[in-house]
């Protein structure tokens, strides 16, 4: 039977996205990288990491060293041009490039203005599985109780809140419990974390107490400094039950159940 030539099944070219690692998944937490690749993967995409690629400068604006972040957004601006969409598994690296570089970039018109083409398609991972690809299933057979974390660049610089809670709530296996003031900060900060150390502790003991509350066995969410510095303090602390997880590894299949003897808490 031939079909009429507005009835013809035309294959969907495959968009090319550009996976922005950032430099903690890199040097810290490589399988949340992995984890990312297999999502977008599995939602149809095809991933390049682009050779060469550093920091996106955040650490350097913070601090205040606006001439070394301006370098390195600019070689960002010339690696991710050209792709049809770019994805960071991280709300905090994301919502520099999207909220800070035109700041910085002021200066320099032709720059700024390949920079806002550039940010027109930056997405933070799970908002893009969800408002880009719709995706409808993940990877993940985990079974376990789990809380999330919202980290603050992803909230309010991005709005992320609803697209990493929709994607977990995919998996049947997994009970998702709200934990008191879930969208408080966990007390990083990013370099604050290192200058005002004894608040930055205290703002962490107050998230774990939360996190503790709600008897899960692990607290998930979209930032590996977040986790880093939430995982230093439940270990310091004496928690070693609770996992501490990257909400892609999590949706990749990556935890350990909670009724597995000896679990450690792990964010790899």
Do not use: W
Request: charged share 20%.
């Amino acid at each position: 039977m031939s079909l009429e030539p507005n009835q013809i099944d035309v294959p969907q070219a495959r968009p090319r996205v550009a996976l922005f690692v950032t430099c903690l998944v890199d040097l810290m937490r490589p399988e949340v990288g992995f984890a990312a690749i297999r999502l977008l993967e599995h939602a149809g995409c095809e991933v390049v990491v682009p050779d060469n690629q550093t920091c996106c400068g955040q650490p350097a604006f913070n601090s205040g060293d606006r001439p070394a972040a301006l370098r390195l957004a600019e070689r960002v601006v010339r690696q991710l041009e050209g792709f049809d969409h770019i994805v960071i598994p991280s709300g905090s690296c994301a919502g520099m490039i999207k909220t800070h570089y035109a700041e910085l970039l002021a200066d320099d018109p032709n720059l700024k203005a390949r920079m806002l083409d550039v940010s027109t398609r930056v997405y933070e991972l799970t908002d893009y599985l969800v408002n880009v690809c719709g995706l409808d299933t993940v990877p993940s057979a985990a079974e376990g109780t789990i809380t999330y974390h919202d980290c603050c660049s992803g909230l309010r610089e991005l709005g992320v809140c609803d697209q990493p809670r929709t994607l977990l709530q995919k998996i049947p296996g997994i009970s998702l419990v709200e934990m008191p003031s879930a969208q408080a900060c966990c007390g990083f900060g990013g370099t604050f974390s290192l200058k005002y150390g004894h608040i930055s502790a205290a703002i962490a003991d107050e998230k774990i107490q939360a996190v503790q509350a709600t008897g899960a066995c692990a607290v998930v969410m979209g930032d590996v400094g977040c986790m880093l510095h939430l995982e230093g303090r439940l270990r310091r602390t004496g928690d070693e039950r609770t996992q501490v997880k990257h909400v892609a590894e999590v949706l990749a299949g990556h935890l350990v159940p909670e009724s597995a003897p000896g679990a450690l808490g792990s964010a790899g």
